[in-house]
């Protein structure tokens, strides 16, 4: 036996209580598309660049290498034998 003014409480909607125990489908569609398109979008635009580049593009770039060469060699010749000890050591 319930109580007295069990009457005046609202009866629970069966139609709703059915609905929240079905699972919703989430739809991971766009999510993987977009995560493909920002891994793989510059290796795309690597590779389609490298292939139309003219002379002038691929001579900076060789320019720049260079250079950057040039610089790694300069910065290792200026680091104090210490360093290069204590770093060597820990290898």
Avoid: C, W
């Avoid at 003014?5 to 909607?13: C, E, G, H, Q, S």
């Avoid at 770039?61 to 060597?88: E, G, H, L, W, Y």
């Amino acid at each position: 036996m319930g109580h007295p003014l069990d009457f005046l409480r609202p009866k629970p909607n069966t139609e709703i209580t059915i609905m929240n125990t079905e699972q919703k489908q989430i739809n991971y569609g766009p999510l993987i598309v977009l995560s493909l398109t920002m891994a793989l979008g510059p290796l795309a635009a690597l590779s389609i660049g490298s292939r139309y580049a003219d002379e002038e593009t691929f001579a900076r770039a060789n320019a720049a290498r260079t250079v950057s060469a040039m610089n790694n060699q300069i910065a290792m010749r200026n680091v104090p034998d210490a360093a290069v000890a204590s770093n060597s050591a820990s290898l």
